[in-house]
């Protein structure tokens, strides 16, 4: 296996609504000794074009560099993250993101130890998740224009008829 020693973290702030529940400054000074990270940054946000620069800027490009984020969930902004790193050349399987704002910080809004412990939970597991991934090439899958409708009943007719007016 490639060097483990090449994963960076970065915490996203999300302009309070981690760091105001979340004690990200304790999760990163805890994760500074991680035998996995080469560093632990904290960031006031990680969504914005501007903020995707700058990530993009501190990742390595080097083979084998691996890249925590801890931000919001990937269906609110962290596919926006991950497509603008994508674009700006960075190897999407070499990235892992872990939800600290809707599954922490937002859940447990009256109890941020609670959230602080479970964020350094997923953190943990998302390290060790980014350890055991392998790069893949991308395949492209051409479709072909065939269809096999079985049953010749109401809806077996209704869908073969459908089809034949789709071409």
Not at 90 to 112: G, N, Y
Not at 136 to 144: A, D, F, K, N
């Given at each position: 296996?490639?060097?483990?020693?090449?994963?960076?973290?970065?915490?996203?702030?999300?302009?309070?609504?981690?760091?105001?529940?979340?004690?990200?400054?304790?999760?990163?000074?805890?994760?500074?000794?991680?035998?996995?990270?080469?560093?632990?940054?904290?960031?006031?946000?990680?969504?914005?074009?501007?903020?995707?620069?700058?990530?993009?800027?501190?990742?390595?490009?080097?083979?084998?560099?691996?890249?925590?984020?801890?931000?919001?969930?990937?269906?609110?902004?962290?596919?926006?993250?991950?497509?603008?790193?994508?674009?700006?050349?960075?190897?999407?399987?070499?990235?892992?993101?872990?939800?600290?704002?809707?599954?922490?910080?937002?859940?447990?809004?009256?109890?941020?130890?609670?959230?602080?412990?479970?964020?350094?939970?997923l953190i943990n597991m998302g390290i060790a998740a980014l350890m055991q991934r392998n790069s893949?090439?991308?395949?492209?899958?051409?479709?072909?224009q065939e269809v096999l409708v079985i049953g010749a009943g109401p809806a077996g007719i209704s869908?073969?008829?459908?089809?034949?007016?789709?071409?």
């Open positions: 296996m490639e060097d483990s020693k090449q994963t960076r973290c970065f915490l996203c702030e999300c302009y309070g609504e981690i760091a105001n529940i979340v004690d990200l400054e304790s999760l990163r000074k805890g994760l500074e000794h991680h035998p996995q990270l080469v560093s632990c940054e904290k960031m006031k946000s990680l969504c914005l074009e501007e903020n995707i620069d700058e990530l993009a800027k501190r990742i390595p490009q080097s083979p084998g560099c691996r890249v925590l984020l801890g931000a919001c969930s990937f269906l609110a902004k962290g596919d926006t993250i991950l497509s603008g790193l994508q674009a700006r050349g960075i190897d999407p399987s070499q990235i892992e993101l872990v939800d600290l704002r809707e599954s922490c910080a937002w859940i447990h809004r009256d109890d941020p130890v609670s959230a602080t412990q479970k964020a350094r939970d893949s090439e991308e395949l492209t899958i051409e479709p072909r869908a073969a008829a459908a089809l034949i007016k789709l071409g």
